[in-house]
């Protein structure tokens, strides 16, 4: 994708709680390029979804919010959608619990990944975080990382961010949106062949961020370094 020189994509992805948002935010700087969480973005559409009593199983409603919705990620990490200042609520459990249903409907990840390439290219580039970058937003990434950890370091990860949750909650809720994030039909959570793995279990941000501005730097796509 820099055969152009112009334009760095840089691809995380992984399951939730191996450190992508903090990974990706810290390298979005080191690089100077903008950051997106595109899990936000999925967790917009939950939102208003459930805003709205609408089901989230209900495929056509979901999608008529998906391709109506304005979903606003400012560069302070606050959530915009409608207008509103959602940043609290897309992280609550109730969207947590539906955000997977939402996310596999095919035609909201046919708009999100447009919105996701939209704001990519005017930017001239960016670090994105998801679950599908490197397998399907930015098949041509420049550089893939598939961050990950191991269940136990993921769930204490997450439940010592929501201090309202404990251990056996996060770690079910999980388990669960692993499975159901791996197995849908659209763009599942897989490993990109191409991308870099990374275990983020016995290393520090700041370990981690630095070997990734070491591969962006020499320009290295290290291929299936597993
Ligand atoms: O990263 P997160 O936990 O905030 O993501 C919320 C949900 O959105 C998660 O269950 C998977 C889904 N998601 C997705 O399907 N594709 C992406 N690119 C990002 C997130």
New binding site residues.
């Given amino acids: 994708m820099a055969d152009d020189g112009q334009i760095i994509v840089v691809a995380i ?1 992984g399951p ?1 709680g191996s450190g ?2 903090t990974v990706a935010r810290l390298l979005a700087d080191a690089l100077a390029l903008g950051y997106l ?7 917009a559409v939950a939102f208003a979804v459930l805003s709205a009593g609408i089901d989230p199983e209900d495929e056509d409603k979901v999608a008529v919010v998906a391709e109506t919705l304005d979903i606003e990620l400012r560069a302070d990490g606050s959530v915009i959608v409608d207008g509103a200042d959602a940043t609290a609520e897309i992280r609550s459990a109730a969207v ?1 619990r539906s ?2 249903a ?3 409907n095919q035609r909201v ?1 046919a708009e ?1 990944v447009e919105r ?1 390439r939209r704001w990519t290219r005017i930017r001239g580039g960016g670090v994105l ?5 490197g397998t399907a ?1 930015f098949p041509d990434a420049d550089l893939k990382v598939y961050l990950t950890a191991s269940p136990e370091v993921r769930a204490a990860r997450r439940a010592g961010e929501e201090s309202s949750l404990d251990y056996a909650t996060v770690a079910a809720d999980l388990a669960r ?1 692993d499975a ?2 791996s197995s849908r039909v659209h ?1 599942p ?1 897989r490993q990109a062949s191409d991308a870099v793995t990374v275990d983020t279990s016995d290393l520090t941000i700041e370990q981690v961020v630095a070997s990734l501005v070491v591969m962006v730097e020499e320009g290295s796509q290290l291929g299936a370094e597993q």
């Avoid at 969480?37 to 967790?43: E, L, N, Q, W």
């Avoid at 975080?129 to 970058?133: S, V, Y």
């Fill in positions: 992805d939730a992508k948002s969480d595109t899990g936000a973005m999925y967790r947590s955000v997977s939402v996310a596999a990840r999100l996701q975080e998801g679950r599908d970058i937003v949106r159901y994030d763009d959570l």
